[in-house]
Nanobody, 126 residues
């Protein structure tokens, strides 16, 4: 089990950038694949991005592909989400999550993630 704490959210403007961080505590961070999910008001939680244990394989939702980059630093027990070219539709609470699953099919499915952070708010400012 890992405990996850997100940071880096805030107000952003059209075309702006933001980097979210998710710091893990507990044992075995490098054993987990990590994902980012988001939930906008009145909407279902949706997958954003995921990264394998060693960082070699990445997954992205179509809506963020080419704009967002997920990365991790296993020496710091931290996963990042670099968000560029932000749009109003990116407004949401962003949560990181950890999974011991290794199947590709599991990476975008929230039900396969066992540990979750509380989330950090990203709000689009006009």
């Amino acid at each position: 089990q890992v405990q996850l704490v997100e940071s880096g959210g805030g107000l952003v403007q059209a075309g702006g950038s933001l980097t979210l961080s998710c710091a893990a505590s507990g044992r075995g961070f490098s054993s987990y694949a990590m994902g980012w999910f988001r939930q906008a008001p009145g909407k279902e939680r949706e997958f954003v991005a995921a990264i394998r244990r060693t960082g070699g394989i990445l997954y992205y939702a179509d809506s963020v592909n080419g704009r967002f980059t997920i990365s991790r630093d296993n020496a710091k027990d931290t996963v990042y989400l670099q968000m560029n070219s932000l749009k109003p539709g990116d407004t949401a609470v962003y949560c990181c999550a950890a999974t011991l699953m290794t199947a590709t099919e599991a990476m975008a499915e929230s039900k396969f993630y066992s540990d979750w952070g509380q989330g950090t708010q990203v709000t689009f400012s006009s």
